[in-house]
């Protein structure tokens, strides 16, 4: 069924924007809006924040240091709680403010820092990205010295949780590197357990290698030498912050590396984004279309945050990082940009030899070098402070040590080398205004690594990936190495050798993070990554881009809203000859046999699909092809993509009829799930619907910490909702409840010059504050695939004002 896209915005927009002018002629433009004066120490002219009925703050300022000033003032006027736990993490400063149980985590945090030339760093990001910063932490310092001298109130969180916030340095804002995506240490983990257990081979049924590549054991590792603990302070540097009450602490804090790596394994499919862009030529509008919709792990408050920037010379409106200058989606007025990731190989794990006589040398060529040692302290809540000891290798922090077989493990990733602080460089392309810029912007892009679509007012589109990639040339990075100075990064791979479109003759171009390397790339000479996402949403995008000559903006937000599953038609193909005498396969059976694979909230065959390849057919399988290796991949919500794979072509591994043993496995299987079914949601399968299981709930993480009353108020559903992983609307959720987990952060479609038609939808809203209106209005709207309109121009943003406030220098 077709939905219906645009909020009851329809009738409010029109009577917003058709109304501006009239109301600028007559000056009152303002006239409904909530009206408020403000000072800002530290700004240097009069600036206006206008905010709009959805939530968006539009900034005008009357030149670049306000608005970045503004900026960082209204984010912390509207987010302070999330940015100052976001700094605090990320430094390692989370024990002086939560107690002892966070010191580990805080060392691991301490580790992944960056700790080089900061004229390096601030040069890589662009000739503005100095001041820009000075000036948003300048804004957000001005809010919160009002804070703390008790001129504004204290947000809610900061009481449940018994802190204050603090001030900020410019450097804090690029130095924190672990909030960053990189790729594929835990993988290399992982495929050395695999091997251990059952030979590297049988790996092939956790991720598919793309473009075909077999790799191999390198030369002296021992894959059974790899801890399954190896990466426990990666874990901890690389989680969000968690709360509870002080009794489950330890517990809550303590590192499950089964529960890492298959999460780690699942991110492939999880942690990835929709973008594509469309020429003139292919569009209603007669103009260029650009949309967009990240995914990642779902929060509250949002991990996005819409603003528009305008001061003379420089008018950006979109979505960014709340604790970052600029945006990083959205347009500029004369071009459009939008991001997914690109699965560049950024990090490696390295084995070392340790010296029996010092454990702080380890072998690397001929001699024994000695590791950096650090020591910091970590103040600490309620006791004195701690002394921690941080070690590196020539490579990276040191992460594990194997004390009785003499070894130690260091991490070298990409975060250690200028200009890779995640999202930062997009202060930089922001302001590009055609393709030649941009292009040169990209060049300079460090992390994480990002297919970004652009379009232009002129017309024209095109497709550029971005990224710092190390450049391997006796090895393809899939498994750990020996440290020894045999497996080194020779440079970087240059940013002209990654691939790019410019007005793709097809009319289009889209990405969903699926292998994107053309047919022909020397991969062998540049090992960019060979673990990318499953390609079924990125074809289920091109197949409806393909079938509409003349696409439109109500088309292009119902794509990223459509639920089909094209792994769904693939083993539906495989079950259409069965037949089952068991009642559960027989349900089973028909629910799917007859389904359109679509993964919507109301469908009971959704429920049985999902239900079955997430929890039934996979670990089914594994038991009769790769027993000693079912354990460790099972588990990872991703591994339904190979595994489909090989059910469609299975081998000898299956017996002397391949064919006979599949089919028993399809239908045992799906009885299983459709058992699982009905004892979750009754036996009456009319009753079935996948929106009773798939349900979204945005739970704060301060849900623990809070009164009963005050913990209703934090939390933001639940909401049925449809969709899956591995479909254009993707929804990926816990395989122990179907709960929604992660997905689509924010949606974007853009129409590339008449600006103010286009469309957004934040989730669950624009505000940190759990008692503001703007904290949860949106998740409606999100879940039922609607949005609100993205204004650009002065008069219609006026006409949609809300609030406006008027700050002046104190």
């Known amino acids: 069924m077709k939905k219906t896209i645009c909020l009851l915005v329809p009738a409010l927009v029109a009577i917003a924007v058709t109304s501006a002018s009239s109301a600028r002629d007559n000056d009152n433009a303002l006239s409904a809006a909530r009206l408020s004066t403000m000072q800002a120490p530290g700004l240097q002219a009069p600036g206006k924040i206008l905010i709009d009925v959805w939530g968006i703050p539009h900034i005008y300022a009357e030149n670049e240091h306000d608005l970045f000033f503004l900026q960082g003032f209204n984010v912390a006027r509207d987010r302070l709680w999330q940015i100052d736990l976001w700094r605090k993490r990320g430094l390692g400063l989370l024990a002086r403010d939560f107690g002892p149980a966070y010191v580990e985590q805080d060392k691991a945090l301490r580790l992944f820092l960056y700790r080089g030339d900061m004229n390096a760093e601030w040069i890589s990001y662009g000739p503005k990205a100095k001041s820009y ?14 804070v703390q001298a008790g001129r504004k109130p204290l947000p809610i969180e900061f009481r449940i949780a018994g802190t204050t916030p ?8 690029v130095r924190i590197r672990s909030h960053g995506l990189t790729r594929n240490v835990a993988s290399e983990v992982k495929r050395s357990l695999v091997a251990c257990a059952a ?26 030498s790899i801890p399954k603990g190896v990466l426990a302070a990666y874990d901890l540097a690389t989680r969000p912050v968690a709360f509870a009450k002080a009794e489950d602490r330890k517990a809550m804090l303590t590192h499950d590396p089964d529960r890492f790596l298959g999460e780690a394994d699942g991110q492939r499919d999880t942690v990835g984004s929709n973008n594509w862009v469309v020429a003139p030529s292919r569009t209603a509008t007669g103009r260029a279309i650009l949309a967009n919709d990240p995914h990642r792990e779902h929060s509250v408050p949002s991990l996005r945050y819409i603003v528009g920037l305008n001061a003379p010379g420089l008018s950006v409106i979109g979505a960014g990082e709340p604790a970052l200058p600029g945006i990083s989606i959205g347009h500029n007025g004369t071009i459009a940009f939008g991001l997914t990731i690109f699965n560049v190989d950024q990090e490696d794990l390295y084995v070392y030899e340790l010296n029996p006589a010092d454990p702080n040398q380890y072998r690397y060529r001929d001699g024994w070098e000695p ?7 970590v103040e600490v809540k309620g006791e004195g402070a701690r002394d921690v000891e941080l070690k590196f290798t020539r490579h990276g922090p040191v992460v594990y040590v194997d004390e009785a077989n003499k070894r130690a493990f260091a991490i070298r990733s990409i975060w250690f080398e200028p200009g890779t602080s995640a999202y930062f460089g997009s202060s930089d392309y922001m302001t590009a205004k055609d393709w030649n810029g941009f292009v040169a912007a990209m060049r300079r892009w460090g992390a994480p690594s990002e297919n970004q679509v652009y379009a232009d007012v002129k017309g024209n589109i095109g497709w550029i990936p971005g990224a710092k990639t190390p450049r391997r040339v006796n090895y393809d990075g899939l498994m750990p190495v020996p440290g020894d100075g045999r497996y080194e990064w020779q440079g970087f791979i240059d940013a002209d050798q990654l691939p790019r479109v410019y007005r793709p003759e097809q009319g289009f171009f889209a990405t969903a993070n699926q292998m994107n390397l053309p047919n022909g790339y020397p991969i062998a000479e540049r090992k960019i990554g060979f673990e990318w996402s499953d390609p079924a949403r990125w074809q289920r995008i091109v197949e409806i881009l393909q079938s509409k000559p003349k696409l439109t903006l109500a088309d292009a937000m119902d794509l990223q809203n459509d639920d089909t599953s094209m792994l769904a038609r693939r083993l539906i193909k495989l079950l259409k000859p069965l037949e089952s005498d068991d009642a559960n396969g027989k349900k089973g059976l028909e629910l799917l046999k007859d389904w359109d694979a679509r993964d919507g909230a109301g469908s009971a065959a959704a429920a049985v699909f999902e239900v079955w390849i997430s929890n039934h057919l996979g670990a089914a399988l594994l038991k009769a092809v790769e027993p000693k290796a079912a354990d460790l991949i099972a588990p990872a919500a991703s591994s339904i993509s190979p595994i489909v794979a090989y059910l469609e072509s299975p081998d000898e591994k299956l017996g002397a009829d391949p064919l006979v043993a599949r089919d028993r496995i399809l239908r045992e299987s799906l009885a299983s799930a459709v058992a699982e079914v009905s004892d979750k949601l009754g036996a009456d399968s009319s009753m079935w619907r996948w929106g009773r299981l798939h349900v979204a709930t ?32 993707a929804a990926t959720y816990r395989r122990s409840d179907y709960h929604l987990t992660a997905g689509a952060s924010f949606r974007m479609v853009l129409d590339v010059g008449n600006w103010d038609a286009s469309r957004a939808v934040n989730t669950p809203g624009q505000s940190g504050d759990p008692f503001s209106g703007h904290y949860r209005d949106l998740a409606p709207l999100w879940a039922t695939g609607q949005y609100v309109p993205l204004l650009y121009s002065r008069a219609a943003v006026e006409a949609a004002t809300a609030e406006a406030i008027t700050l002046t220098p104190r």
């Open 698 to 729: 945005f739970d704060h993480a301060l849900m623990p910490l809070a009164e009963k009353a005050t913990a209703a108020q934090l939390t933001v559903g639940p909401l049925a909702y449809g969709g899956a992983a591995n479909v254009p609307r």
């Open 199 to 224: 030979g590297l081979e049988a790996d092939r049924f956790r991720v598919k290698l793309e473009p075909a590549w077999t790799t191999k054991i390198p030369e002296e590792l021992d894959p059974c």
């Open 371 to 377: 590791m950096r040692i650090v020591h910091e302290r």
């Open 166 to 173: 603090d001030l900020w340095t410019p450097e804090d804002v």
């Open 133 to 146: 910063a000075e000036s948003f932490v300048a804004g957000i310092n001005a809010y919160v010295a009002d």
